[in-house]
């Protein structure tokens, strides 16, 4: 018996290799969980969404779009971080996971950076502040001077606590010398069903995600957090052109896989996933829906995390957010 014990052990690394080997090369041989941090509906569940699809129609093999919000991202992500690293479970990684959670909670249960193997940066979207048809403040000018003169009785909805719309009220606020109420949803869906009822007067939202309803007159745009004017809003003015020049900022959005991820897995996902982002189809969907494709990779991606989770840690101690 301790013969046979003895035999088992010695011999199963070199019999185990060759079956791991060929479960990487048949990678994926079964559907994959895409984990998406947020509720159905905004910004990161369209991209998720897409992107799920076009791997789908490259791999002929599901990957199955799963939503699992809460706690700014992170409830997600901390799956995907914890996960088998074969391939089989990703995470679609987004500026609120991974750049706003490690400053917002103080025991956040991974690494943004040392606990996934990032694979791309698939596309960015700028953050737009719009209110409700009939809310009084028709320019971001009258929107600041109501507030000024009513400190804390605006309320302002955005997808979640540690989203990038989070952070990017705050840092509005910062820079305006304001102070309005933050209401965060568990989504964008669910925040602009509200602005939509007048339940919350306004949201910050990625442009992405709030593109149709500012199209067809659902809500109105008071400002874009571009650089520059867009081509597809030529008349929603910028916060620059508002006297707001540090508000600039986009969310972007990629593809991760837990840490550890097989390189042959990790060299399967980056080309095909630079590829997707190469299709004609893909990049008239993503015009449509105010995206920009952005391709990064691994290492690059990696290294441009860690700059954005530097950026908003010091917007976050500057506002003084903590979250639990």
Do not use: C
Request: charged share 15%; no cysteine; glycine share 8%.
């Amino acid at each position: 018996m301790l013969r046979h014990l003895f035999f088992t052990l010695l011999l199963s690394p070199i019999l185990g290799h060759p079956l791991w080997a060929a479960e990487v090369d048949d990678w994926p041989s079964a559907p994959v969980k895409f984990i998406v941090p947020f509720a159905p509906g905004g910004a990161t569940d369209l991209i998720g969404r897409i992107v799920a699809q076009k791997l789908s129609e490259t791999f002929k093999q599901q990957f199955i779009v799963e939503n699992r919000p809460g706690a700014g991202a992170s409830l997600g992500s901390n799956l995907v971080a914890k996960a088998t690293p074969n391939g089989y479970t990703l995470l679609l990684t987004n500026s609120g996971s991974h750049a706003a959670a490690p400053g917002l909670f103080k025991n956040l249960p991974y690494d943004p950076v040392s606990d996934f193997t990032h694979l791309a940066l698939v596309a960015t979207t700028p953050t737009v502040l719009v209110a409700n048809a009939k809310f009084p403040a028709q320019t971001l000018n009258e929107l600041v001077s109501y507030a000024k003169a009513n400190p804390g009785k605006l309320n302002f909805a955005t997808s979640g606590n540690g989203s990038s719309a989070h952070l990017v009220g705050e840092l509005f606020m910062l820079e305006a010398q304001i102070r309005m109420v933050h209401v965060p949803y568990r989504g964008a869906g669910p925040a602009m069903l509200d602005v939509l009822a007048n339940q919350v007067p306004m949201m910050f939202d990625s442009l992405g995600s709030s593109s149709a309803r500012i199209r067809s007159g659902d809500v109105r745009a008071l400002a874009v957090s571009a650089a520059r004017r867009l081509k597809g809003f030529p008349n929603v003015p910028t916060f620059i052109e508002r006297g707001l020049p540090n508000v600039v900022s986009t969310s972007w959005f990629g593809v991760s896989g837990p840490r550890g991820l097989p390189p042959a897995i990790q060299e399967k996902l980056a080309g095909a996933l630079t590829r997707i982002l190469q299709a004609a189809d893909l990049q008239a969907r993503f015009a449509e829906l105010e995206f920009e494709p952005a391709t990064l990779p691994p290492e690059e991606f990696a290294r441009f995390i860690q700059g954005e989770a530097d950026r908003w840690g010091k917007v976050i101690r500057q506002a003084g957010i903590k979250l639990e």
